[in-house]
């Protein structure tokens, strides 16, 4: 095949690659992560030594953890802080004891930054009942989800350069492909070959 048909379909199949490419990542949902931080204390009335004593042990923190990330308390927060709709349906909220420490990290993700710090605030600002532990322990918010969201995942300019590479070894092997079909055109027979003899 020729050599101007064979770039100029690797051309066109490149570019095709590309618009694909950049239309993906043009769609792609944005994400944003925030995160605040709850302190598990024992209460006033507790003995201190026992509480304190049963809360280094960290099956408190991460039964508190659990608790927190639990639908019946980020349900109710995510509505008192105004999270409704789309937002709230898209908005999700982890909860996970910092080794070595009484300290839960609460994290949301959600389609924006301001819902995912609000998102964060509203359960660490909880203040659910844990049977059994309630009685001795108490959560108290010690950092907010403001100041902390964050776009997720990979970023558009890392992804757009990505998308053009692509494009380029598409076009490349459509190329060498392209060379493989055989052309249609007869072969020329070399000149005086198929004269009359004499």
């Given at each position: ?166 494009a380029v070894v598409i076009a490349l ?26």
């Open positions: 095949m020729p050599r101007r048909t064979v770039r100029g379909v690797s051309i066109v199949v490149g570019v095709l690659a590309l618009l694909v490419g950049l239309y993906v990542v043009g769609k792609r949902e944005k994400r944003y992560h925030a995160e605040a931080t709850v302190a598990i204390t024992p209460v006033v009335t507790a003995k201190p030594a026992v509480a304190v004593e049963a809360l280094a042990g960290g099956d408190v923190v991460a039964t508190f953890a659990e608790v927190f990330s639990g639908s019946e308390v980020v349900r109710p927060a995510l509505l008192a802080a105004k999270i409704e709709g789309p937002d709230r349906g898209a908005t999700r909220v982890s909860a996970e004891p910092i080794p070595n420490s009484t300290v839960i990290r609460i994290e949301a993700t959600a389609p924006s930054k301001a819902v995912a710090e609000r998102a964060a605030t509203a359960v660490a600002a909880a203040k659910p009942r844990v049977e059994g532990l309630s009685a001795v322990y108490e959560p108290h918010l010690v950092r907010r989800g403001a100041g902390t969201g964050e776009k997720t995942g990979t970023s558009t300019t890392v992804l757009r350069l990505e998308a053009l590479i692509v092997l459509t190329a060498a492909l392209v060379r493989r079909i055989p052309s249609a055109e007869p072969p020329v027979a070399p000149a005086g070959e198929g004269a009359a003899q004499p």
